[in-house]
């Protein structure tokens, strides 16, 4: 998460990086221990592309 946090590079980056990885994890686990149909339908293609707005966000701030 360092590195995330220093690509990052704000004043709160930590705290994106840490929201950033929370969001990954979150997708990973309602995807593969909870099989969430709408995520399991989903390709891994759609999947980042739904997600990549929300996490490019957290990065940009």
Known sequence: MAQLANAIGSG?????????VSTM????????????????DASPERIAETLRPSLR???DG
Not at 25 to 40: F, K
């Open 12 to 20: 709160d980056a930590e705290l994106r990086a840490a929201l950033m």
């Open 25 to 40: 994890l979150g997708v990973t686990i309602a995807h593969q221990l909870l099989g969430l149909t709408a995520l399991r």
């Open 57 to 59: 966000a957290l990065a």
